[in-house]
């Protein structure tokens, strides 16, 4: 039977809060920020949507150190993003990316604790994967691309969207043809360089 108690001190990862917890977790963030300058295009897919691996040391500390550790490597990243690469959007694309971060590796990390295994991963990335994939797709319906429309005009970010790809032309189905599939890209691809290298970096992290 799983100790509740334990599974709550992990919840609140008590451990991030030593001076080991926080070099871990300076570490982790710094090696987030620099995959998130590492943007890499996709066929198909508007210019702007670029993949990048920079939720895989999030994820990683999650499921290490806690959600709590995620969550605080998720913004830091985004802070250290927006001094030294604003993207032009005032902070909102970094809030959202920090909010679509956490949505994919909190719920992991949380079901991982529960469950320490390859099949609790799993479990735990396919949910975070989900609900990765729905707050992605609302963040760009009703905040990025409203914000995008402002900045640069509406028609302009269409153009940009409708180049990539012929079946998108309006937002609802930029959010079906280009959000939702770039999402659920990128989430497989950070799960499976996750499955593949934690338990050979898991016991440094611990």
């Given at each position: 039977?799983?100790?509740?108690?334990?599974i709550?001190?992990?919840?609140?990862?008590?451990k991030?809060?030593?001076?080991?917890?926080?070099?871990?977790?300076a570490l982790?963030?710094?090696i987030?920020?620099i995959l998130?300058?590492l943007?890499?295009?996709?066929?198909?897919f508007?210019?702007f949507?670029?993949?990048?691996?920079?939720?895989?040391?999030a994820?990683?500390?999650?499921?290490?150190l806690?959600?709590v550790?995620s969550?605080?490597?998720?913004?830091i990243k985004?802070?250290?993003h927006?001094?030294?690469?604003?993207?032009g959007?005032?902070?909102?694309?970094?809030?959202?990316n920090?909010?679509?971060g956490?949505?994919?590796?909190v719920?992991?990390?949380?079901?991982?604790?529960?469950?320490?295994?390859?099949?609790?991963?799993?479990?735990?990335?396919?949910?975070?994967?989900?609900s990765?994939i729905?707050l992605a797709?609302?963040?760009n319906?009703?905040?990025?691309i409203?914000?995008?429309a402002k900045?640069?005009?509406?028609?302009?970010?269409?153009?940009?969207?409708?180049k990539?790809?012929?079946?998108i032309v309006?937002?609802?189905?930029?959010?079906?043809?280009a959000?939702v599939?770039?999402?659920?890209i990128k989430?497989?691809?950070?799960?499976v360089?996750t499955?593949?290298?934690y338990?050979?970096?898991s016991?440094?992290?611990?």
């Amino acid at each position: 039977m799983i100790d509740q108690k334990s599974i709550k001190e992990e919840y609140l990862s008590p451990k991030i809060y030593t001076l080991n917890g926080i070099v871990k977790i300076a570490l982790l963030s710094a090696i987030a920020f620099i995959l998130m300058l590492l943007e890499l295009p996709l066929p198909l897919f508007p210019a702007f949507l670029k993949i990048d691996l920079s939720d895989l040391p999030a994820l990683i500390g999650g499921f290490a150190l806690g959600p709590v550790a995620s969550i605080i490597i998720q913004l830091i990243k985004n802070i250290l993003h927006f001094i030294f690469k604003n993207d032009g959007t005032g902070g909102a694309g970094n809030l959202a990316n920090f909010i679509v971060g956490i949505s994919f590796t909190v719920p992991a990390a949380i079901i991982y604790i529960k469950n320490r295994t390859k099949k609790g991963a799993l479990i735990g990335m396919v949910v975070g994967t989900i609900s990765l994939i729905i707050l992605a797709s609302l963040a760009n319906y009703f905040v990025l691309i409203p914000l995008y429309a402002k900045l640069y005009s509406m028609d302009v970010v269409m153009d940009l969207m409708t180049k990539a790809n012929n079946f998108i032309v309006d937002v609802k189905t930029y959010v079906i043809f280009a959000v939702v599939p770039f999402n659920l890209i990128k989430a497989i691809f950070t799960s499976v360089i996750t499955l593949l290298i934690y338990k050979k970096v898991s016991p440094l992290l611990k």
